[in-house]
């Protein structure tokens, strides 16, 4: 994108860890070691029970005087996710707890757009086979707002890195390639 966007994509909600980014942006405004018009765009699902958190994390960015630097979509379609993903210089989800997979940081990936997630679960195996994104101490804002600063400000590096992980994504985590892999599971038949 023209603008640098840090992009969130899950549940919103605080085991999502949409808090923990939210407090690295308004960090990297207060240090003023990102481009001044970087953008957090954040999208994915809620629930009932998660608007009140969601408000509390709007009310953290207007007082921040960030209110023209972020946007906030509930609910979106799949053609609006793709078209979310596609506005990001770098996606982060920084769950609290360790996730198995994460289906959100392949689908970045393969959309070209490099990930910085927490240090823990599957997140370090992703990233270290795809070689796209970082990873950071987990659950501090400060940690991930470290992480997120060369990318925000290197969008050439972000898009060739995540230009490498579309193609790792395919190679390593296409539907044939799952495939594959339980097939050699299974006992061969005699």
């Known amino acids: 994108p023209a603008t640098p966007a840090l992009g969130f994509l899950a549940r919103m909600s605080h ?6 980014l939210v407090d690295a942006f308004i960090l990297l ?3 003023k070691t ?11 699902t809620t629930l009932p029970d998660d608007q009140e958190y969601i408000d509390e994390q709007i009310s953290k ?3 921040a005087g960030l209110r023209d630097r ?4 509930q609910n979106i379609t799949r053609d609006e996710k793709i078209q979310h993903l596609r506005d990001l210089t770098v996606l982060s989800v920084p769950t609290r707890y360790p996730e198995a997979f994460g289906l959100y940081t392949v689908e970045a990936m393969a959309a070209g757009i490099p990930m910085v997630q927490p240090a823990h679960g599957a997140f370090p195996e992703i990233i270290d086979t795809t070689a796209g994104g970082a990873t950071f101490t987990p659950n501090t804002s400060e940690a991930l707002a470290d992480a997120l600063e060369p990318w925000l400000n290197d969008p050439v590096h972000s898009h060739t890195m995540g230009l490498r992980a579309h193609e790792a994504v395919k190679e390593h985590y296409s539907i044939e390639r799952h495939a594959e892999q339980i097939l050699k599971l299974l006992p061969v038949p005699v």
């Open 15 to 20: 085991l999502k860890g949409m808090d923990l």
């Open 29 to 31: 405004h207060k240090r």
């Open 34 to 44: 990102i481009p001044a018009e970087t953008e957090l765009r954040i999208a994915g």
């Open 61 to 63: 960015l207007d007082q």
């Open 70 to 73: 972020y946007s906030i979509r």
